[in-house]
């Protein structure tokens, strides 16, 4: 286990950097459903939320690039993440159902793209 995360150290650090993008872009893009008092500040919200979410996307893919030099790696990261991010913050805070066959099977496809992912760099060093 200790040399699986010694040799995936940047893919672990991107997957944590583009989640943490994908839930800033979240709160950017819906945080005007969830609570009233965002929904006639669109510019504010973009102030706010648009340079910390383009650092988090900047550095995630610089950790998957140095891995596997190619920008295919953080491109499917990034889908995958933001695949398990939506689902959860919409489900608990806009109460939107993420248990439909649809959303389910795409959830599980990103924990498969996800391990691909890995498993490929993992297997190629």
Known sequence: MTQW???????IYATLLFTAAHTVSWFQINSQFVWEWWRDRPVLTCCIYSIPCSLLFLYA???AYADTGEAWTGRFLAFAA???VFPLLTWWLLKESMFTPKTLTCVGLSFIIMMVQFAWVTGGK
């Open 5 to 11: 995360i010694q040799s995936n150290t940047n893919l």
């Open 61 to 63: 893919a610089r950790y």
């Open 82 to 84: 933001s695949y398990l």
